[in-house]
């Protein structure tokens, strides 16, 4: 029977790591997954992520399974992080989270519960969005429909044309929002489009789903959070799939978080025992480690101040990348424009390279960017900066 099966296309992302690792060059670059390296080139554990395991390691004493949603501590640190510390959304109970294996794992609770429990039957997910959405919400029998997002042309959010794609969202639809550090583009809603965002999805009734992936990766750890708590105000349910890839550092440890905000405590309780029975029946419980690491972190201040630290350090040195890019592109005699590379957000930067030029760089110079034209700024350092630069140019003149 398998032989009846086709192949499956390689992977947009992740795909091409698996190309780049084949790739016998010995000047080989890849900026296509979305992984922080230091200048060195390195993807460094965090600092405070090795205190927190030592802690781990001296304190913990059973491997035996963790209830359904997970460690109950990390839960609570995830809701702080995401509404505030004093956010009565967390003291009210009216928020319950549930651990989950990565932020896919969590968008994966979401359409779960979403299609299976309350009926939905449409997504609507940004024009671009990260390649991987589509796949997450197709396997859970969503319609995936795109709202417009970015303009081409000018290099920013269409905010007009978002609005009036918007209009055709019915009540009940699920709309995919980027918390912040919006993948591919880098370009987010300001305060006041976030405000004018969160009134209208309100109004006329949407349910919003936050992909919160890049926290502490645009401006900080509080003001981040600034368009989600627009939607939190006045909405009285939502619903948030968390990663902590990025931010901490943990890639390969999968950890995520699914919360969901009901209208009260005892109906968030009620939904949220068919969020867990739908875990039940996918992955049973998480898998245990990395979220430990997060709630130790998060539940001490000085580990918790020092990771706000160590998150800044990352954004500085991705925000200078984004600067020498843009420097080294004007003195190599780039014929385009890019300085609109510096406004965006995240690790990200969204080049405006054509699908063709995206093939080029790769066969002909071994540099590694997603078919969108997707760069991984935080994948760039000054060693891997002139050759890059040299090879978009050459590109950009054949
Ligand atoms: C990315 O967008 O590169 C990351 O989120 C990694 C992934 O899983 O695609």
Not at 107 to 122: D, M, S, Y
Not at 372 to 382: D, E, F, L, N, Q
Request: glycine fraction near 8%; hydrophobic fraction near 40%; charge should be negative.
């Amino acid at each position: 029977m398998f032989e009846l099966v086709s192949a499956a296309p390689a992977d947009p992302i992740l795909g091409l790591t698996e190309a780049f690792k084949e790739d016998t060059r010995t000047q080989k670059i890849n900026l296509g997954v979305g992984i922080y390296k230091n200048e060195d080139g390195q993807t460094p554990v965090l600092n405070v992520v090795k205190k927190a395991e030592a802690k781990l390691l001296e304190s913990e004493s059973s491997k035996s399974y963790l209830s359904i949603e997970g460690n109950a501590q990390y839960g609570l640190a995830v809701q702080k992080l995401l509404f505030g510390a004093d956010s009565d959304i967390v003291s009210s109970g009216r928020a319950l989270t549930a651990q989950s294996p990565g932020g896919t794992g969590a968008l994966h609770n979401a359409a779960e519960f979403a299609v299976n429990h309350l009926g939905i039957k449409t997504i609507w997910v940004s024009n671009p969005t990260w390649a991987n959405h589509g796949n997450v919400f197709k396997a859970m029998g969503l319609e995936v429909k795109q709202y417009e997002y970015y303009n081409a042309n000018t290099k920013s959010l269409d905010y007009p044309a978002m609005l009036s794609s918007l209009e055709q969202v019915a009540k009940g639809d699920l709309v995919l929002l980027h918390g912040c550090c919006h993948n591919p583009t880098g370009i987010d809603p300001d305060a006041a489009q976030w405000k004018e965002l969160a009134n209208i999805s309100a109004d006329k009734g949407w349910l919003p789903l936050f992909d919160f992936a890049y926290q502490g990766f645009a401006t900080g750890i509080e003001e981040d959070a600034l368009g989600l708590r627009e939607f939190a105000k006045n909405h009285s349910e939502l619903m948030i799939a968390s990663s902590f890839s990025k931010n901490f550092g943990l890639y390969n440890e999968r950890v995520g978080a699914f919360t969901l905000v009901a209208k009260t405590p005892e109906v968030a309780k009620q939904a949220f025992s068919q969020v867990k029975a739908g875990i039940r029946a996918n992955y049973s419980n998480p898998p245990s480690h990395g979220a430990a690491v997060v709630s130790i972190i998060l539940n001490d201040e000085a580990l918790t101040q020092e990771w706000h630290q160590e998150v800044a350090d990352m954004r500085v040195r991705i925000k200078e990348m984004r600067d020498l890019f843009v420097k080294t592109l004007k003195d190599e005699g780039a014929k385009g424009d890019y300085s609109f590379i510096q406004g965006q957000n995240g690790m990200f930067s969204f080049s405006g390279l054509s699908k063709e030029q995206v093939a080029s760089l790769k066969s002909d110079f071994a540099v590694y960017i997603v078919g969108s034209g997707r760069i991984s700024v935080a994948g760039m350092t000054k060693n891997n900066m002139l050759a890059l630069c040299q090879a978009i140019v050459a590109v950009e003149n054949a």
